[in-house]
Each structure stands twice: as structure tokens, then as C-alpha cells.
């Protein structure tokens, strides 16, 4: 499917030292971006549907980089179905599993628990709910997994791990787990901060830069922060991505994005959900903390946004995340929400309001296109100026000219 999109307002790039795109048009052809910035005509007459995104935010599409998923869409922790294809609705077109320590009955040891990881890792090979992409079956860490196991499961395409349930005496005890997984390839995660669930421990400062992980995961708590000392700590002393979560320490995560400023490590700085947990099952987690970020510190809402997607691409080494040629099609379209005081996505997330989702193309393929069912409405309107495909696209607010 070839799919263009015109009359782009604001073009949001995903990486943050160069946030801003130059035009307003952008080419997506068989699930690859192409052109991007201006249109030619030919790309138009060739395309099977345009949009006119009537001055609308262009955006790639959000990140989730810490998602408690299981099997399927169902989450047993808040025994809810769809939960990730109604993150789409929130913007999102691709979620990381923080690790399948929901399975009810969840084995411990290392037969188990390699046989877990992938089984949740081709669960979601070619599952994509609502059209978004699962990179999923992340090894929980427990006592006697050895360098085989980490090797087997890398042959085999699982490439994640978790730090931070295992029943070791102290957490530190895991380093040389985690110094395997990392030797093969493995991205490793840390739960951080206060207890989450029981089984799980409390993960200070020092363990941290003791284990050092890839990425501090909800590094402003999940749901209980470490010290603002600790936190600086982990800054300062490490170079382990520092994961925001929506559902940790909102001070905390503030705290995270002044001191990544001030050390010029925001690089560094993720923006995830951490859902669902006792929390909740959040669809607008993600640009929820986005915005609260863009308007709790001094960081311009362009520049927040690389950190559920841009930044990602360079922590997970993602095809995903930034609007490039060549990059996975995964575009959200943004505005600000009908009766917002503010004109733009931008100036609304400032503001401090969620901005509408207005569309959402993952892998070049159209999900939705007018309004999600989990915002407002945006304060323009889409208009689809030419459809060759069977779908008619009829959401509420949505013009058609054939």
C-alpha cells in the first residue's frame, strides 16, 4: 500500500537535537517511509490513499519501552482484553515487554523460564493487535541461568531481559546474569526503586551501578523513586538508559529530566507507561507523561517527544521511531483536542493538555483515521482526498471525496 500524507502542519522528526522537519508532506510505500518533507506529483497519482492532514502534527509513532504484556492482548493483572490495541488509540505503534512476570504460575527455573521468553517472543511475531508491533518475551532473571541458556534463546531471536523478581539473596547477586545476557546480545532491564509486587526488591542506586544494566527501567519508580541523591547518582556514574514511567514518582521523573538536561545526557532519557500493573491499564500513559513532562520542565515539547521514540531507536536499536527515509511507516498525526485554549499539538502539550490523536499508520497501513476513541476530537479536520482501497475509513469527523 502506498500511502501519502499532505498538508502536514508541523513535522516532528523524533530525534531531538534536530526536532523540526522542513515541509509538509510525507510518502509511505509498502511499509517503508519514503519521501519526506515534499511530495513529488507522481508519488500522488501513484498513491492508493492520500490524506490531507489538514495542518495537523506529524509524529512517529510512539514507543511503549515498558509494557507488562502476556499471550495475546490480555492482561490477567487487570483481567482486561484489547489493552494494547487500545493503546494504539493512545498514539502508540509499537510496546517493548518489561518482561511476562504477569503469566499466572510463571516458572522459575531456567527450562521455564527460557521456555516463557520464547513463547511470549513467537507469540507476537506476526500478532499484531490493532496493527501494533510487540517486541516481546523478555528473560526474568531467577537463579541458575547460565551463558547456554542466553545463547539458545539469542539463536532464537530473544534479545530481552529483566532484572529485579529473581530470588536472589541480594540483587547485586544477579551481575553475573546479567554480564551473560549482555555478552549475547540481550538488552537488559532493571526494575528501580521501592518493591513493585510481591517477590520483587527493592533496587538502590548502588546496585544499579553495581549490575549495570541498559536501561534503569521506570527510574522514577515503579511505582516507588529512588532518592534524589540515588537518582543523580545513576546519572552521573553510569550510562544506562533512564527510564521515565507514567506510573511512577511524577517529581521523580521531572527530577530525571532537569538532571539528563544538566549533564547533557538526554540521550539517555526514555518516556514509557510501565502498564499494565496495579496502576492500571493506561492507552494515554505514554503522551500523558510526555505531556507532563513538556510543561513540569523547561524542555521544549518537540524534544520530549524523542524520548518515546527517537531515543528509543537508539536504546533498543529499533527499526522504528523517527521520521526518516527508509524507516519503518509508523506515523500519529496529533492536534490540539476541541476546546483547547492553545492552537497546536505543541503549544497544547506546553499547556499542559493531551493533544488528540487524530490517525495512526503502522507499518504504512492506516489504523484509524479521524479521531481515537480514547481523546477528543483535534481541532482540524482530516480530509481523504483519494481512496483506492476497500476500506472507507468512516469514523465520525472524517471527509471523503470518493
Not at 12 to 24: A, L, N, V
Not at 118 to 142: D, H, K, N, W
Not at 147 to 175: I, N, R
Amino acid at each position: 500500500m502506498k500511502v501519502v500524507l499532505t498538508n502536514i502542519g508541523t513535522m516532528i522528526s523524533g530525534d531531538w537535537r534536530q526536532p523540526f522537519i522542513d515541509g509538509d508532506a510525507l510518502v509511505m510505500d509498502n511499509g517503508r517511509l519514503g519521501s519526506i518533507g515534499t511530495v513529488a506529483s507522481g508519488d500522488i497519482d501513484s498513491a492508493d490513499l492520500v490524506v490531507d492532514a489538514g495542518g495537523m502534527t506529524a509524529i512517529p509513532g510512539i514507543i511503549d519501552s515498558h509494557v507488562h504484556i502476556t499471550f495475546g492482548d490480555y492482561t490477567p493483572r487487570q483481567k482486561t482484553v484489547g489493552f494494547l490495541e487500545s493503546y494504539l488509540h493512545g498514539g502508540i505503534t509499537s510496546c517493548i515487554s518489561a518482561s511476562e512476570i504477569h503469566v499466572p504460575g510463571r516458572p522459575v527455573d531456567p527450562a521455564g523460564i527460557a521456555a516463557l521468553a520464547l513463547a511470549a517472543q513467537r507469540c507476537f511475531q506476526t500478532y499484531r493487535p490493532g496493527g501494533m508491533r510487540v517486541y516481546a518475551g523478555s528473560v526474568i532473571m531467577e537463579p541458575g541461568l547460565a551463558d547456554a541458556h542466553f545463547e539458545s534463546l539469542a539463536a532464537e531471536g530473544v534479545w530481552l531481559a529483566k532484572v529485579g523478581f529473581g530470588a536472589f539473596a541480594k540483587p547485586v547477586d544477579v551481575t553475573p546474569i546479567v554480564r551473560s545476557a549482555q555478552r549475547h546480545g540481550f538488552k537488559v532491564m532493571c526494575h528501580t526503586g521501592g518493591a513493585s509486587i510481591p517477590g520483587s526488591a527493592p533496587i538502590t542506586a548502588d546496585d544499579l551501578i553495581t549490575m549495570q544494566p541498559d536501561i534503569a527501567g521506570h527510574c522514577n519508580g515503579g511505582p516507588v523513586a529512588l532518592s534524589d541523591a540515588g537518582l543523580e547518582r545513576v546519572v552521573k556514574e553510569s550510562t544506562m538508559a533512564l527510564q521515565i514511567a507514567q506510573a511512577g514518582n511524577i517529581r521523580s521523573a521531572a527530577l530525571t529530566i532537569r538532571l539528563a538536561e544538566a549533564n547533557d545526557q538526554f540521550d539517555r532519557v526514555l518516556i514509557s507507561s510501565d502498564t499494565p500493573t496495579g496502576t492500571g491499564v493506561m492507552p494515554l500513559g505514554v503522551i500523558k507523561s510526555l505531556t507532563e513532562m513538556s510543561t513540569l520542565t523547561e524542555v521544549e515539547p518537540e524534544r520530549i517527544i524523542a524520548t518515546a521514540t527517537g531515543n528509543c531507536t537508539r536504546v533498543y536499536d529499533l527499526d522504528a521511531g523517527l521520521l526518516k527515509p527508509d524507516m519503518a511507516a509508523d506515523v500519529t498525526l496529533i492536534d490540539a483536542s476541541q476546546g483547547c485554549t492553545q492552537s497546536d499539538a505543541l503549544a497544547a502539550m506546553r499547556n499542559g493538555d493531551i493533544p488528540a490523536v487524530a490517525a495512526v499508520f503502522s507499518n504504512g497501513i492506516p489504523r484509524f483515521i479521524g479521531k481515537s476513541r480514547n481523546t477528543p476530537p483535534p481541532t482540524r479536520q482530516l480530509r481523504i482526498t483519494k481512496n483506492k482501497v476497500l476500506q472507507q475509513f468512516k469514523e465520525e469527523g472524517v471527509h471523503h471525496c470518493c
